[in-house]
């Protein structure tokens, strides 16, 4: 790009925020008439201005201030709907009105313990000390809200450029902005698949050499971080980044431990460039917004492979039962990083569900085996049929085409018992308090035995009258008491 298209394009892109920023005066004008009036500046700050930019401005707006917080405090409460302070010791007060929230924090010049990525908050008393602490220079733009409206942006550290080039760089040298926050390290890669941006040099290398500092974070700040990165447009460029810089090597070890195993169905790739193919496919399958649930599944479905790769006879290589081995290692790892139980759950599931498929073979399946893939997948159904979708990646369109046919075949079975029972609920046709009543049982194990068998029965006979599952039950129980 010439320096005449490069100015052309800053302009254009300058214009395009300004038109956006304008579009929020109701929020942004009085607020700014508020400051101006106490005697202080107000900025729009960081990632709200780096997305106006791009075209991308959502209702969370980051604005920055010389007041300090017990005036920030005083001016929101006068302005906005709703506010709060549970940040005012870090100089920051929240805010909502009119469907927009805004954070709005005190010129910061924090100084680190070298030991956490916690800051020793210090306030400062300028714009540039404020922006040459953040972790990129595409965070460190600003503008200045004037009163009635106006705008100025201000761009010390040159972010624009930066931006315009599509490049990841830090204010000062990487190697410092890492050490006072290793986290920026993560963050770098999450805007890569954010933004679809690259690492300058100087910080690719600055990563590289000191992944081993993230070991200062905490499992959930990690958390946070990896959420945001699966999540975002260009995740698979972010994995590989992960996995290049030896970060994964330290927060999540089996997605590059998967380069180590060849995929016995895909001979031309190894397990690791297939996980991210079928991470590619499932997102591609995605009807709302990213699911994080079903892109950890994708990614890591075929984690438990390394730990059950077998060498037979005649040179092939098996991995029995790595869904099983898979599941649990997803439980182990989600729990390190403090995932929520249901996420953990979920994930896992779906990792032990995601071979289930292979087993129908041409239609072969009884409706008893299809009630219990339903009833097994409960309410992940949706997201194991595009899992499972997206784990062909054949380059066999004969074979791939076949798999997706024969997949189909098992959507429409699916659809006609759910059209001939309750098969998203499927439980006994008698209950607990029937069950007990008609064996003269007291609450206890034996009527979770014998609703467990007549769930059972359910699952393999389908929709039973009163009369059946009464007789049914009372032979089993025949037996089973003979049997004692």
Not at 71 to 90: C, H, K, N, Q
Not at 259 to 269: A, G, S
Request: proline share 4%; glycine share 8%; charged share 30%.
């Amino acid at each position: 790009m010439s320096a005449a298209e490069r100015s052309e394009r800053r302009a254009r892109l300058l214009a395009s925020a300004t038109v956006t920023l304008q579009s929020l005066g109701d929020v942004l004008t009085p607020l700014a008439d508020s400051f101006a009036a106490r005697g202080h500046e107000l900025y729009l700050v960081g990632g709200s201005v780096r997305d106006a930019v791009l075209g991308r401005l959502a209702g969370d707006l980051d604005l920055t201030t010389d007041a300090r917080p017990a005036v920030i405090a005083e001016i929101l409460r006068s302005w906005g709907d709703a506010v709060w302070d549970t940040g005012i010791d870090f100089g920051t007060v929240s805010a909502a009105k009119a469907g927009a929230t805004v954070e709005i924090t005190t010129f910061r010049s924090d100084i680190y313990d070298q030991q956490s990525r916690n800051p020793v908050v210090t306030f400062g008393d300028t714009l540039d000390g404020d922006l040459i602490r953040r972790d990129f220079r595409i965070n460190a733009m600003a503008v200045r809200l004037l009163p009635g409206g106006g705008q100025e942006f201000c761009d010390p550290l040159d972010g624009m450029t930066d931006l315009l080039a599509g490049i990841i760089d830090t204010p000062a040298a990487p190697e410092s902005s890492f050490n006072d926050d290793p986290l920026r390290m993560l963050r770098g890669v999450r805007f890569v698949s954010q933004l679809g941006f690259r690492m300058s040099d100087r910080v690719l290398e600055a990563t590289r050499s000191m992944a081993g500092q993230i070991e200062r974070i905490t499992a959930e700040r990690i958390r946070v971080e990896l959420d945001k990165t699966i999540c975002g447009e260009h995740p698979l460029e972010a994995v590989d980044l992960l996995v290049e810089t030896g970060l994964a090597e330290l927060i999540i070890p089996e997605i590059p431990g998967m380069k180590l195993t060849i995929d016995e169905h895909h001979q031309h790739k190894d397990v690791y460039q297939h996980s991210l193919t079928v991470l590619q496919q499932a997102i591609d399958l995605e009807t709302g917004d990213p699911d994080p649930v079903l892109r950890w599944a994708a990614l890591l479905h075929d984690i438990g492979k390394p730990a059950t790769r077998r060498h037979e006879d005649g040179g092939g290589v098996s991995f029995h039962h790595h869904e099983v081995v898979g599941a649990k290692m997803v439980r182990k790892r989600m729990r390190a990083l403090k995932y929520p139980k249901a996420v953990v759950d979920d994930v896992s599931q779906l990792v032990f569900l995601h071979l289930r498929f292979h087993g129908y073979g041409d239609g072969m399946w009884t409706d008893s085996a299809v009630r219990r893939y339903v009833t097994d997948a409960g309410p992940l159904l949706d997201r194991l049929h595009k899992l499972v979708r997206a784990d062909c990646t054949t380059r066999n369109k004969r074979r791939a085409r076949r798999l997706q046919e024969t997949y189909d075949d098992l959507e429409r079975r699916i659809a006609v018992l759910r059209e001939a029972e309750d098969l998203d609920r499927v439980r006994p046709d008698l209950d607990g308090n029937a069950i007990m009543e008609l064996l003269g049982l007291p609450p206890g194990p034996l009527v979770g035995e014998a609703w467990r068998y007549l769930k059972e029965l359910r699952l393999d006979s389908g929709p039973m009258s009163r009369e059946d599952a009464e007789a049914a039950l009372r032979e089993w129980w025949a037996q089973r008491d003979g049997r004692d």
